[in-house]
């Protein structure tokens, strides 16, 4: 017996779910990969005073996390086009962890914005320096985006000294030819007002984890029915 149209939906609810996880995987991924192994980062994790940086620990995770995510996605797109019940089983436990790490991460995040917060300044503090030193031009991209995205300018903020001017936003008026909120501050000040976010941000993934868990519970349901009835129809054929 086929799945009827709830199991249809939530097998293509998976399917896409998979596909979106997938992509963010990969990039994840390749992101975490390209800082860990580029020319002009790699000697920061050959330093041993650099291992409990902010950036190492950025990078790590973005490495941990995107191949965890890919794994997730094999076993969902494997157990979800094929009606595999033992790799359901293990997506969904991987679903429940994923959920669980997701919300405790934002309660903490929110919980402990004071340590947090300094923590992406340093993230921020390494990449500058970084391209200081290497002039890498993904991580100029990187710092441009973060410059127009908080419309700051550097370490500084002074725009006729600051080193990376010409990745800082466009001037608003004449004082800003001179001088622009420095990032620092800036970037602490928007993690401290839009902490709620941040934690609504990792809940509201965690939620929809929850929604695939649900999807794969019913899909491992009917799969399993459908096991039943043609065991019994086999049964009773012979």
């Given at each position: 017996?086929?799945?009827?149209?709830?199991?249809?939906?939530?097998?293509?609810?998976?399917?896409?779910?998979?596909?979106?996880?997938?992509?963010?995987?990969?990039?994840?991924?390749?992101?975490?990969?390209?800082?860990?192994?580029?020319?002009?980062?790699?000697?920061?994790?050959?330093?041993?005073?650099?291992?409990?940086?902010?950036?190492?620990?950025?990078?790590?995770?973005?490495?941990?996390?995107?191949?965890?995510?890919?794994?997730?996605?094999?076993?969902?797109?494997?157990?979800?086009?094929?009606?595999?019940?033992?790799?359901?089983?293990?997506?969904?436990?991987?679903?429940?962890?994923?959920?669980?790490?997701e919300i405790?991460?934002?309660?903490?995040?929110?919980?402990?914005?004071e340590e947090?917060?300094?923590?992406?300044?340093?993230?921020?503090?390494?990449?500058?320096?970084?391209?200081?030193?290497?002039?890498?031009?993904?991580?100029?991209?990187?710092?441009?985006?973060?410059?127009?995205?908080?419309?700051?300018?550097?370490?500084?903020?002074?725009?006729?000294?600051?080193?990376?001017?010409?990745?800082?936003?466009?001037?608003?008026?004449?004082?800003?030819?001179?001088?622009?909120?420095?990032?620092?501050?800036?970037?602490?000040?928007?993690?401290?007002?839009?902490?709620?976010?941040?934690?609504?941000?990792?809940?509201?993934?965690?939620?929809?984890?929850?929604?695939?868990?649900?999807?794969?519970?019913?899909?491992?349901?009917?799969?399993?029915?459908?096991?039943?009835?043609?065991?019994?129809?086999?049964?009773?054929?012979?």
């Amino acid at each position: 017996m086929a799945l009827d149209g709830c199991g249809l939906f939530c097998k293509y609810t998976l399917f896409i779910f998979n596909l979106i996880f997938a992509l963010l995987g990969f990039a994840f991924l390749g992101l975490g990969l390209w800082l860990r192994f580029s020319e002009s980062t790699r000697g920061i994790f050959q330093i041993e005073d650099l291992n409990s940086s902010a950036f190492v620990i950025a990078v790590t995770v973005l490495i941990a996390l995107g191949s965890v995510m890919l794994i997730v996605v094999v076993f969902g797109d494997y157990g979800a086009c094929n009606e595999k019940r033992c790799a359901l089983q293990v997506f969904s436990v991987l679903l429940t962890i994923l959920a669980i790490a997701e919300i405790a991460i934002g309660v903490v995040a929110y919980s402990s914005k004071e340590e947090v917060g300094p923590r992406i300044v340093e993230f921020y503090s390494s990449l500058y320096a970084l391209y200081l030193n290497s002039g890498d031009p993904v991580i100029g991209a990187t710092l441009t985006f973060i410059h127009k995205m908080l419309h700051c300018c550097g370490v500084t903020g002074v725009v006729v000294l600051e080193l990376v001017k010409h990745t800082c936003p466009k001037a608003d008026g004449f004082w800003e030819q001179i001088k622009q909120p420095n990032c620092p501050a800036e970037i602490l000040g928007a993690f401290n007002s839009n902490a709620p976010l941040v934690m609504g941000i990792f809940v509201g993934t965690g939620v929809l984890l929850i929604i695939a868990l649900v999807c794969t519970i019913i899909l491992l349901k009917q799969t399993k029915r459908t096991q039943q009835e043609i065991t019994a129809y086999y049964t009773t054929v012979y």
